[in-house]
Every structure is written in structure tokens, then in C-alpha cells.
């Protein structure tokens, strides 16, 4: 059984009238190489006539991120070329690399007809022979996500990147990064077997789960030690996970803002290049 080190609560840290739960970072718990921020947005109701989503027009650099839209929609533009609507069940996966400009807002629809919204975006870190690689972005909708299921149909395991047993994720991971999102009926189970050198993300956005025996509620990231390989999930109600795991990449991290380096001069250099405009100009 691999270890649990520990379990932390996210943060509440709303954002204007968002509901938002901060898993990563927060006092706690910095980063779980290479897994490095896990921000919950909802679940909430937002009215017909709605501002949606505040994330205008901002730069990345140096880190991938993947939204998980569990409800509502996103859209999402960027200056590498990157132009769609993803709704519910669908993600997108976007590689900042050495730099762009995006902006993830509501849809024109959504902000006019309003409606819930549960949205969760995680960052995975690139190691430094990556850093400056070309950017680029993925969205996919809920049916072009394949999925595993086990446990006699209790249990769906919607594979984004890596393998599920023979199925394979549609997004190509530059670091080996395997990532799914797990959805469980109530009584359902499930198991894993995870090399012990490997990190896992564990998070339960929705109900509550035994894991290797210890109750995990919502809003609880599982911090595991690497010790021992097999997960078992068992879900007290009705649960959904985000569920994942990778080789840490043991480098430094240093962040600010938008950008996620390896060294400070590295951080100066973003923001000189951005303000050179070499992360593209927004045309929104």
C-alpha cells in the first residue's frame, strides 16, 4: 500500500464573485513535483446576464495547465493560434512553453443565460529542457475523451494523458505525465499500482472516498509518501477525483506571477520578454 504522508484541506479564496478553493499552494503544501497549483472554481449557479469568467488576457511561461470544465463552458483564445468553446466534460491542455498571451472567459452564451459552473485548473511544471519549448493547446470536448471503465460499469476513468491499462490519453504529455479524472457510484472501487518513485495527485472535488483505507471528503488533497505502490479508492457516495502521477523532476522552481523558471534571471527575462512582446500581442 503506498503511504499517505498527508491530507490538506483546500483554501477558500474566492475571486470577485467566483467561488474558488485554493488545493495548491497553500500553507501547508507548496508543490508535489511536478504538480505545482490546483485551483477550484464553483460549484456555483451564476444568473442569465452574467460577467463570467475573470481570467482576460494574461502571459505564461515555462509550465503547462490543464482545466478540467465539469460545468458551464470556457473560452478560451490565445496568441499562438489557440481558438475554442470547451463545455461541460471536456478539457484543455495547454503548453505556455516559452511564452504566450491567453485569455480562458465565458462563452457569449453562458454569460447571457447563465447556469452552474464548476471549473478546476491544475499546473504541471516543465523541466528546464523544456522550458522554452514551442507553446501549444489542445481542447477536447467530453466525447473525445476515452474512457476506462471498472468495477462492473461503478467506476469511469476518463483518460487524458498516459495509459489506463490498454487505453491510451489523447494528449501527448512531454514530461510522462498521466492524468485522469475518475468518476465513482457510490460502493464503487477501484485499484491502482503506481511505482513508488512516481508522484500522484489525488484530489476529491466532489463526495467522499476511502483511500488506502483513510477518508478523503471534497476539497481534500491526498499527499502520498513514496513508499509502497497500490492504491485502493472506495467511494462513500456518489465521488469524483482528479487523479494522477509522475517522476518529480528534483529541479529548482522559481515562480512569480505568470511564470515558472528555474532561476530568477530566468523570471527577469520573462517579463522582459513579454513586455517586448515576444509572448505575441493580444488581438482579443
Same mark, same amino acid.
Do not use: C
Given at each position: 500500500?503506498? =503511504? ?13 464573485? *467566483? ?24 460549484? +456555483? ?20 495547465? *490543464? ?19 470547451? $463545455?461541460?466534460?471536456?478539457?484543455? @491542455? ?9 485569455? $480562458?472567459?465565458?462563452?457569449? =452564451? ?8 464548476? #471549473?478546476?485548473?491544475? @499546473? ?11 507553446? =501549444?493547446?489542445? !481542447?477536447?470536448?467530453?466525447? +473525445? ?8 460499469? =461503478? ?8 495509459? @489506463?491499462?490498454? #487505453? ?21 472501487? *477501484?485499484?491502482?499500482? #503506481?511505482?513508488?518513485?512516481?508522484? #500522484? ?11 488506502? !483505507? ?65 509572448? !505575441?500581442? @493580444? $488581438?482579443?
Amino acid at each position: 500500500m503506498r =503511504k499517505i504522508k498527508k491530507k490538506h484541506k483546500a483554501a477558500y479564496a474566492p475571486m470577485d464573485d *467566483l467561488v474558488t478553493y485554493r488545493a495548491m499552494p497553500t500553507r501547508e503544501v507548496e508543490y508535489i513535483d511536478p504538480f505545482l497549483f490546483l485551483n477550484h472554481h464553483g460549484p +456555483q449557479v451564476y444568473k442569465p446576464g452574467n460577467r463570467g469568467l475573470p481570467f482576460g488576457p494574461h502571459p505564461h511561461r515555462g509550465f503547462e495547465t *490543464l482545466t478540467f470544465i465539469l460545468d458551464g463552458d470556457i473560452m478560451h483564445q490565445d496568441t499562438g493560434g489557440g481558438k475554442d468553446v470547451i $463545455e461541460a466534460g471536456g478539457v484543455q @491542455w495547454m503548453t505556455a512553453g516559452s511564452g504566450l498571451i491567453h485569455a $480562458e472567459v465565458s462563452s457569449e =452564451k453562458f454569460k447571457k443565460e447563465g447556469g452552474p459552473l464548476e #471549473i478546476l485548473q491544475l @499546473w504541471f511544471n516543465l523541466p528546464a529542457k523544456y522550458k522554452m519549448t514551442a507553446p =501549444k493547446y489542445v !481542447g477536447l470536448q467530453k466525447d +473525445q475523451i476515452p474512457t476506462a471503465k471498472e468495477d462492473d460499469g =461503478k467506476v469511469k476513468v476518463n483518460v487524458i494523458s498516459g495509459n @489506463w491499462g490498454d #487505453i491510451k490519453g489523447p494528449i501527448p504529455s512531454l514530461s510522462d505525465i498521466h492524468m485522469t479524472s475518475i468518476e465513482l457510484q457510490g460502493g464503487g472501487r *477501484l485499484t491502482a499500482s #503506481i511505482a513508488a518513485e512516481r508522484n #500522484i495527485f489525488f484530489y476529491v472535488v466532489r463526495g467522499t472516498v476511502k483511500v488506502n !483505507g483513510e477518508t478523503a471528503e471534497k476539497l481534500t488533497l491526498v499527499e502520498f509518501a513514496n513508499e509502497g505502490e497500490k492504491i485502493e479508492v472506495e467511494a462513500q457516495e456518489n465521488s469524483y477525483i482528479l487523479f494522477g502521477h509522475a517522476q518529480p523532476f528534483n529541479e529548482p522552481v522559481v515562480s512569480h506571477g505568470p511564470f515558472v523558471m528555474n532561476t530568477e534571471q530566468e523570471i527577469q527575462e520573462a517579463f522582459r520578454d513579454y513586455q517586448l512582446g515576444k509572448m !505575441g500581442r @493580444w $488581438e482579443g
